[in-house]
Structures are given as structure tokens and as C-alpha cells.
């Protein structure tokens, strides 16, 4: 079993290679909470691959659950990522319940997932990307009442954006996370063709993404000063993501839109040497 030293070693080198959008506003941290961001996201990461991979199976996730109590019950655990996972926890105070609830978001997808209306996807949203959000504003510190209301207001919208980004990819997969209420309402008979009525609904469920990034925009300002320019960084990051979306008018389904290296390079640079200047939020406007 790796020490903890060893453990954060692992799971920095998981964030590095898999991270993506989310590693890039980790560079902007102090040390102790990138490495944290890091173990997090190792979690996450060895979660979704029990649920959408060759090892995916109920019984894998059952044993990835059993081995999250044991782990932070104190007991030995197999995984390289238990050690730094469990020295997270205990030093940021992450309510246990958020890793449970991570867990359970991404087994339901171990089923043919489907949705009747929009708060039963926004449910699904919940689980697996708001209780993301109210375990990163522990880590990243955050005085103000309302910051877990608004982090999961903001999981929300990191989510929607990632199903409308990756429509043809689910699709593929055998997933449609479009709710089928909505899909009537529009008179989307499938996804398997573009068409104007498919552009239509994903414009919508973007105009709430929109209006969910809008709503928790003052989360950013509640973050403790070391980790805002994180956390504006990934907000800007997946908020600029949406708009080329809609930019393309939805057009999603022959390629994956992505943000360009030097755009997120550029964000960063934003967020980092803005940081000391601009009034407020203490970031660039």
C-alpha cells in the first residue's frame, strides 16, 4: 500500500493526463490544494471508469463503494488513491456523504439511462457534477451562507454543457440524457440526424445552462483568496465552451467542440496575473 506522499504522486499524474478542463484551473492553486483537487479527481475519474469501461459492472461498484467506508474508516484499502483521498477528507472537512452521492450518480449510468422530464435530469446533474462542485468549495475554503445553493447551481451548468457538447459521443454509447418531454416539446424524434428541431432543444437546455452560470457567478467572490482565481478560471473556462457551442448553432453532432490550448493558456494567464489588480471578485472582469 503507498504511503500518502505516494498516493498525491498518483493522482497528480492522473489529473495531468486525464483532467482535461479541470487540470488546467488546478495550476492556479497552492500546493496542498492542488494536490487535494487532485486526489478528488482521481476518485472521480477510477468512478467513472467502474461505470463506462471493459471493468464496468454493479459488482465493481459495489466494491468501489465498500472500499470508500473502509478507506475512510481507517482501515486498509487496496487503490493507490485511498491514502491521499482519505488525508483530504479529514483535512478539508468534505462531507462523506458527497463521495457516496458521486457514486451513485455514475452507477445509474451502469443501466439504460433515460429521462422523462428535466428535473429528473437535473437530479442526475446533481449527483454527478453538483456534489462535485460542493466538494471543491471545501477544499478551495468559502465564507458566505449561500456558496453550496450556488455550487450546485454551477455543477448544473458544467454538466448540461458536457450532454449537449457530447450528444453524438452518448448516443454511440447507447445514452440519451435529453429528456423525453422535452424532446416531444420540440419534436425531436431521435438523435441520430441534425436537425433544425434537435438545435432547437439543445439551445434550450443551453439557455439554462446560461442562466445556472449567471445565477452562481458570485460564488466566485465567496472563494477564499488563494483558490478564486481557480475557480474563475474553471467557471470561464466551461462558460467560454458553451458560447462556441452556440456559436456553431448546436451543431454537435459531426465533431466534439473544444476550447483551444492557447484559449484555456490564455485564461489562465487572465486569471493568475489579474488576480492582484482588479477590484471586486479581486479577478478580470
Avoid at 57 to 82: C, F, K, N, T
Avoid at 147 to 155: F, R, S, T, Y
Wanted: a neutral charge; glycine letters at 8%.
Amino acid at each position: 500500500m503507498m504511503n500518502t506522499a505516494e498516493s498525491y504522486a498518483y493522482c497528480e499524474k492522473v489529473a495531468r493526463s486525464r483532467a482535461r478542463n479541470f487540470y488546467w484551473s488546478f495550476l492556479l492553486l497552492p500546493k496542498p490544494k492542488r494536490r487535494a483537487m487532485c486526489a478528488v479527481y482521481a476518485f472521480m475519474r477510477e468512478c467513472d471508469d467502474l461505470s463506462d469501461g471493459p471493468r464496468a459492472s454493479a459488482d465493481a461498484m459495489a466494491g468501489w463503494r465498500a472500499e470508500l467506508e473502509r478507506a475512510l474508516g481507517g482501515g486498509a484499502a487496496d487503490h493507490p488513491i485511498w491514502p491521499a483521498l482519505s488525508d483530504t477528507v479529514r483535512r478539508y472537512g468534505i462531507p462523506r456523504r458527497y463521495l457516496s452521492e458521486m457514486i451513485d450518480g455514475v452507477e445509474s449510468d451502469l443501466t439504460d439511462r433515460s429521462f422523462e422530464t428535466f428535473d429528473e435530469l437535473y437530479r442526475y446533474c446533481y449527483l454527478v457534477a453538483s456534489v462535485v462542485g460542493l466538494t471543491i468549495i471545501h477544499i478551495f475554503g468559502f465564507d458566505g451562507r449561500p456558496a453550496p445553493e450556488l455550487a450546485e447551481k454551477c455543477g448544473i451548468a458544467f454538466q448540461l454543457t458536457n450532454i449537449i457538447r457530447d450528444v453524438a459521443e452518448d448516443r454511440d454509447e447507447g445514452r440519451v440524457y435529453l429528456p423525453r418531454e422535452e424532446m416531444r416539446r420540440f419534436g425531436v424524434e431521435s438523435v441520430d440526424e441534425d436537425s433544425p428541431e434537435l438545435r432547437r432543444l439543445l439551445a434550450s437546455l443551453g439557455g439554462r445552462a446560461k442562466t445556472y452560470y449567471k445565477e452562481s457567478r458570485p460564488l466566485i467572490g465567496m472563494m477564499h483568496e488563494d483558490a478564486r482565481a481557480s475557480m474563475w478560471a474553471l467557471v470561464e473556462i466551461y462558460s467560454r465552451l458553451l458560447d462556441r457551442i452556440d456559436a456553431s448553432g448546436y451543431d454537435v453532432l459531426p465533431r466534439r467542440i473544444r476550447l483551444p490550448r492557447w484559449e484555456k493558456a490564455w485564461i489562465l494567464a487572465r486569471a493568475k496575473f489579474g488576480a492582484r489588480t482588479a477590484p471586486g471578485t479581486g479577478l478580470p472582469g
